[in-house]
């Protein structure tokens, strides 16, 4: 069992790039794909990074995933931000077939 | 239109059961694991098991063993999660997910 670790909040202003970490406790963060999901205020959970780093059709290309061996962790980065991104965001991986979430991050943008 | 639309809010009394049912559209429904997730309010995202809508199989997470049925019909393509001996901290909204899609979430309220 691991668990992925996220921080709780992060904040930034329009038009800049933000970060958001998820690193995994025990295992390689190489070994299981990992998904990102976006959750605004209200809504359910829509999936913005799959399979590490792939995008969904009509996912913006502002939003990347990739994975850091070095760190164990993966990363969603979001460019040129609008106000629209502010939103819960979720890392997702396996841990053999059960899904293992992050504990979330909420994203201001202000 | 790809999508799960899920059954409308529930309102529960402790020691009951509730069973939420996922109908796919768009695509074969046989094609992706769903999976069944809640979400209290204010809270994060827990994954309670998954379904293989082809074979039946399931996988339940242990918190949930022995409390909840996940079950399919695939002549209607759709998913139930059935959840049972109700308490009060079962109260949250439960969404199913598949495919890289997810319904639109489901209210189970348990009070007396």
């Known amino acids: 069992n691991f668990m992925l670790t996220q921080p709780h909040s992060v904040s930034e202003s329009p038009g800049k790039t933000v970060t958001i970490s998820c690193t995994r406790s025990s295992g390689s963060i190489a070994s299981n794909y990992v998904q990102w999901y976006q959750q605004r205020p209200g809504s359910s959970p829509t999936t913005v990074i799959y399979?590490?780093?792939?995008?969904p059709s009509g996912v913006p290309d502002r939003f990347s995933g990739s994975i850091d061996s070095s760190s164990n962790s993966a990363s969603l980065t979001i460019s040129g931000l609008k106000t629209e991104d502010e939103a819960d965001y979720y890392c997702q991986s396996y841990d053999s077939s059960n899904w293992v979430f992050g504990g979330g991050t909420k994203l201001t943008v202000l | 239109q790809v999508q799960l639309v899920q059954s409308g809010a529930e309102v529960k009394k402790p020691g009951a059961s509730v069973k939420v049912s996922c109908k796919a559209s768009?695509?074969?429904?046989?094609?992706?694991?769903i999976n069944w997730v809640r979400q209290a309010t204010g809270q994060g995202l827990e994954w309670m098991g998954w379904m293989n809508p082809n074979s039946g199989n399931t996988g339940y997470a242990q918190k949930f063993q022995g409390r909840v049925t996940m079950t399919r019909n695939t002549s209607i393509s759709t998913a139930y999660m059935e959840l049972s001996s109700l308490r009060s901290e079962d109260t949250a909204v439960y969404y199913c997910a598949g495919g890289g899609l997810w319904g639109q979430g489901t209210l189970v309220t348990v009070s007396s």
């Open positions: 768009g695509y074969t429904f046989t094609s992706y694991d």
């Open positions: 399979e590490d780093n792939q995008r």
